[in-house]
């Protein structure tokens, strides 16, 4: 599976460096990333159709279909989290040797949940 953040589209993402997500998902807890998620979400939701046409070379609508693209491919990767803590929490509640949900990094939840494989 590909990460869903990560742009075909983009040749910045055609290099060899980590993507910053995978850096991200180490760094955050589950809680933290699905609320930077909703973050975006506002963000570009908020945002819409209001950018500065000055130093760009898209036309309003394209400008316009790119933030609603990414509104997308956040609440599509907000809603991929959320599936993954209500399984971890179930677990976390099972067993006395698992972290609290709200402890566990992204990337700890990621490759706790099988269904889950990008990198």
Same mark, same amino acid.
């Given at each position: ?21 995978? %850096? ?6 589950? +809680? %933290? ?8 979400? @506002? ?5 819409? =159709?209001? *950018? ?8 309003? &609508?394209?400008?316009? &279909?790119?933030? #609603? *693209?990414?509104? %997308?491919?956040?609440? &599509?990767?907000?809603?991929? @989290?959320?599936? #993954? +803590?209500?399984? #971890? =929490? #179930? ?7 698992? %972290? ?8 700890? &939840?990621?490759?706790?949940? +099988? ?5």
């Amino acid at each position: 599976m590909k990460h869903p953040l990560l742009n075909p589209d983009s040749p910045h993402y055609d290099t060899d460096c980590m993507p910053s997500i995978y %850096e991200l998902e180490k760094e955050l807890t589950l +809680a %933290e990333s699905i609320g930077w998620c909703k973050g975006n979400i @506002l963000k570009y939701k908020l945002r819409l =159709g209001k *950018k500065s046409t000055i130093d760009h070379f898209d036309s309003e &609508a394209e400008r316009k &279909a790119k933030d #609603i *693209k990414k509104i %997308e491919t956040y609440e &599509a990767y907000r809603d991929l @989290l959320m599936r #993954i +803590a209500d399984e #971890i =929490g #179930i677990q976390c509640r099972v067993s006395q040797n698992e %972290e609290p949900p709200h402890m566990v990094t992204t990337r700890m &939840a990621i490759d706790m949940y +099988a269904d889950v494989q990008y990198l």
